[in-house]
């Protein structure tokens, strides 16, 4: 459950890591950053810092506040509590935690209404389009006919159940967000997907990743027929993405050289969604950094008018280069990255 942004860095200090603390786990929340927002960067990213520290003795257990339970203090451990928070850019309506975000209301502000918009899992399907696709050039037809047939299906059952809410509390159907969003099942990797396109010359986040996520990206944007919502763009997170993960290992291609970076995935974010996600940073990584990442990432989203968040995991006692040794069925491990 994603309680939404705060607004206030004060509360971004304050609140979030109480928010992530709570047992057993099911929160999640974020913190609003505008381009050259200062106050917000330095907010969230002591917020981080605070996350990233948490221990098991620091987690309450919800029926008596006196007493800590160690089970449930597994979503905390090690820094894997920003698993459940993230500084986001430009959102308005997000499906998908820990950026999670409603718009205001559109019916009679004097009545209870709720919305809803639906979030995809579609790694397996993305390989299967693009591999069909087999280059940049046959991405927008394959994505607007075999994509847009799987949707509309969902999304008039969406529209339906909406349909059946009464005056009294309506409902509101949001949109469906495209996004190409990978899962840990095997043949569920986005970047092993583009990998498939010819003008992906290697691995991915080389030459030709970029104009491959351009590509992609504005299919996903502009499908007829379906109510698009959200980032509606390429994810990339690092610990949610096997090939991602691997590429970010020291050595894994030709070379530190060619390793995944912070840069390699800021830069593809300039054409797509979602940002920064899910990249173990070192566990002492300076204020100062996390503030200038956290700016370079609200920048972008505040130029293209886009949405993008930032969720990193300072490692704790962790260097670049090491081997991250979370335990979460929700991601796999990879290398520390440098910031």
Known sequence: ???????????????????????????SCSANIDAGDIDAACAAARCMHQISSLRKE????????????????????????????????CVETVPFFP??????????PNRDSFGFAIGLENGGFARHLLKEASTIRN??????????????????????????????YPIEYLGIDTSLNPSLDEGGSVADAIECLEEVRGDFGGTGSLAAAAAITTSLQSMPDILIT?????MLPVLEDERLAELGNVGSSGGDGDRLTIQKLLCISSVCGVGI??????????????????????????????PLSCRVFPVPGGSAGEETTFDSPYMCNSCIFEL
């Not at 309680?3 to 786990?25: E, F, Q």
């Not at 991405?139 to 809410?165: H, Y």
Request: charged share 20%; aromatic share 6%; proline share 9%.
């Open 1 to 27: 459950c994603s309680l939404g942004p705060s607004t206030n860095p004060v509360h971004t200090t304050d609140i979030c890591p109480l928010v992530i603390s709570m047992h057993p786990g099911r929160f």
């Open 58 to 89: 620091d987690v309450p257990n919800n029926n008596n506040p006196d007493v800590t339970t160690n089970a449930a203090a597994s979503h905390v451990e090690g820094g894997l509590g920003n698993f459940r928070f993230c500084a986001a850019s």
């Open 99 to 108: 950026g999670a975000k409603a718009p205001p209301s559109s019916s009679d």
């Open 139 to 168: 991405i927008k037809t394959i994505f607007d006919t075999k994509m847009r047939e799987e949707l509309l299906p969902i999304q008039e059952l969406c529209r339906k159940f909406a349909n059946t809410a009464t005056p009294e």
């Open 230 to 234: 959200g980032y509606s763009g390429l």
């Open 277 to 306: 996600d899910t990249v173990p940073i070192p566990g002492d990584v300076t204020e100062d950094a996390l503030v200038s990442l956290l700016l370079d990432v609200a920048a972008l989203a505040g130029r293209w008018n886009k």
